[in-house]
C-alpha cells in the first residue's frame, strides 16, 4: 500500500505526536549521544532538536520509509547537527565495522522484522565499548495488560507498519549482543496501556 506508507501513515504518526511524557524522555536521553551518531528508524525527525551539537561530529540518519524521509529533510534545519540521510538497501546497516560511537533508536525496534539480526547490526557498526540508547514501548509486566496486547497486536501491526508491541525489549537486546547498562521502564500517558509500557536507557557493546 504506497499510498498508506509513504503519505498517510507518516502524518498519522506526526498526528500521535511528541507528548509530555515521551517530549520528557527524549531532551533527556538524546543529549547522551556523543561522536559519530547512527539514528536508526528517525521518522520525521522528532529527536533532531534534542542532539547536542557541542558533542554530535555527524548524524547517519536512517529511515527506510521514503515519506517520513521528506517529513524529516525539512526539519534538518532546526538543528546545528550535521545530518546526513542513508538509505537501507538491504537488511545491513550501510556504514563501516566500528565506525560508530553512538546509535539511538526511539520506538523502532517493535516495526523491524528481524529485530535481533538488526541489533546485532547496530554492534557491528558500534565502536567497542559504543553506545546504543533506546526508548522503545513492549511487552507489558501486568497479566491483564498483556492479554490487550495480543488482542490489538495484529491491528498495531497493520497501523504502524509492522509494529509489535508485544516484543520484550531488554530480551531482543541481550541476543542482539548488547549489554544493558542502565535502564528504566514505566507506562507512559497518554496512550492506552497496551501500547504504552516503555523501557529506555543504555546499552553497549
Known amino acids: 500500500m504506497p499510498l498508506y506508507k509513504d503519505y498517510i501513515y507518516p502524518h498519522l504518526v506526526d498526528w500521535l505526536g511528541n507528548p509530555p511524557p515521551i517530549e520528557k524522555l527524549r531532551r533527556d536521553l538524546i543529549p547522551l549521544a ?5 539514528e536508526i528508524g528517525v521518522g520525521s525527525g522528532p529527536n533532531f532538536t534534542y542532539y ?15 515519506g517520513m524521509v521528506r517529513r524529516a529533510k525539512n526539519r534538518r534545519d532546526q538543528t546545528r547537527v550535521a545530518i546526513e540521510f542513508v538509505d537501507l538497501p538491504g537488511e545491513r546497516i550501510p556504514l563501516g565495522d566500528a565506525t ?26 558500534l565502536k ?6 533506546f526508548l522503545e514501548h513492549g511487552v507489558a509486566p501486568d497479566p491483564s495488560v498483556r492479554r ?21 525489549i531488554p530480551s531482543l537486546i541481550g541476543e542482539g549482543g548488547l549489554k544493558i ?4 521502564t514505566g507506562y507512559l500517558a497518554p496512550f492506552p496501556k497496551c501500547g ?8 553497549r557493546t
Request: hydrophobic share 40%; glycine share 10%; aromatic share 12%.
Open 100 to 125: 560508530i560511537d553512538t546509535v539511538v533508536s526511539t520506538f523502532t525496534l517493535c516495526t523491524i522484522r528481524g529485530v535481533v539480526e538488526a541489533i546485532q547490526g547496530v554492534g557491528r557498526v
Open 196 to 203: 504504552s509500557y516503555c523501557y529506555w536507557g543504555v546499552a
Open 52 to 66: 547536542d551539537p557541542a558533542k554530535v561530529n555527524k548524524l547517519y540518519a536512517l529511515e527506510p520509509n521514503q
Open 148 to 168: 490487550w496486547q495480543e488482542i490489538t497486536e495484529p491491528f498495531c501491526k497493520w497501523a504502524f507498519e509492522g509494529c509489535r508491541v508485544t516484543r520484550d
Open 34 to 38: 556523543g561522536g559519530t551518531v547512527l
Open 128 to 133: 567497542p565499548g559504543g553506545k546504543f540508547v
Open 181 to 184: 547498562e542502565q535502564m528504566s
